[in-house]
């Protein structure tokens, strides 16, 4: 079956610093999506960015930035030069095409960003 | 455009009760999906539809549970002989076709006293 992890429950950092949110994920799956999404302290999931198992070149959106590499089943999130506007929660999430997964997004636990100022 | 819209934001029910809960999706969109969200569970998903159908239903917590999706568009969740277990939010999300990327509205959050 699929599953999600996302050891680092909790992230603390001071403004403008750099920060990494890991992921790991299991499926039996060849062909498969991952998935990033923000939950802010207002509630609404907010969603970053889906990548597919056959891409494994790294994105970059301003101060985002995914890399996604299938030998250690990891697709990390870092955000370049932290703002207090970043706190939040971060969901990382996978969806399988075949195999008999669930028909919807499986989530991690979710990794609570706090950016002090 | 207008995003995917849920009604009620908050719904207090007693137990025993039956509650339904709707979803708009974003127009154009096919498939459309329900999860839950709690404290103790995080994200689960439910439920998932693809226009009107819904291909499997393993997903949802007991019989106490259904969905149902009209004309392609607007979904309504049903949980009767609500529990105090069923406290949570209920989100819903649409995309334009399968495993695309999925928009979540606000979502319901129920309390069952």
């Known amino acids: 079956a699929q599953k999600v992890t996302q050891a680092q429950t909790e992230i603390s950092v001071v403004e403008k610093e750099d920060v990494t949110l890991d992921c790991v994920y299991e499926?039996?799956?060849?062909?498969?999506?991952l998935f990033w999404y923000k939950q802010p302290p207002s509630g609404e999931l907010v969603f970053l960015i889906r990548?597919?198992?056959?891409?494994?070149q790294n994105e970059i959106s301003g101060r985002y930035s995914w890399n996604f590499q299938k030998s250690t089943s990891s697709f990390n999130f870092t955000i370049t030069a932290s703002q207090v506007v970043d706190s939040a929660v971060y969901f990382c999430?996978?969806?399988?095409?075949?195999?008999?997964?669930?028909?919807?997004?499986?989530f991690g636990k979710g990794t609570h960003l706090i950016i002090q100022p | 455009g207008a995003g995917v819209s849920q009604s009620p934001s908050n719904k207090v029910t007693e137990k025993g009760k039956d509650v339904e809960l709707r979803c708009d999706p974003i127009?154009?969109?096919?498939?459309l999906y329900w999860y839950r969200q709690s404290l103790g569970q995080g994200l689960e998903f439910l439920i998932y539809?693809?226009?009107?159908?819904?291909?499997?239903k393993s997903g949802l917590p007991s019989d106490r549970f259904s969905a149902e999706r009209t004309g392609g568009s607007v979904s309504t969740l049903t949980i009767q002989r609500t529990q105090q277990e069923d406290s949570a939010v209920y989100l819903c999300?649409?995309?334009?076709?399968?495993?695309?990327?999925?928009?979540f509205g606000p979502g319901t959050r129920l309390t069952v006293t």
């Open positions: 999300a649409s995309s334009l076709v399968r495993h695309y990327e999925q928009y």
């Open positions: 499926t039996r799956d060849t062909t498969y999506y």
């Open positions: 990548r597919n198992s056959f891409d494994e």
């Open positions: 999430a996978l969806s399988e095409v075949s195999g008999g997964g669930a028909d919807g997004l499986t």
């Open positions: 127009s154009g969109h096919t498939a």
């Open positions: 539809f693809q226009g009107n159908s819904a291909p499997d």
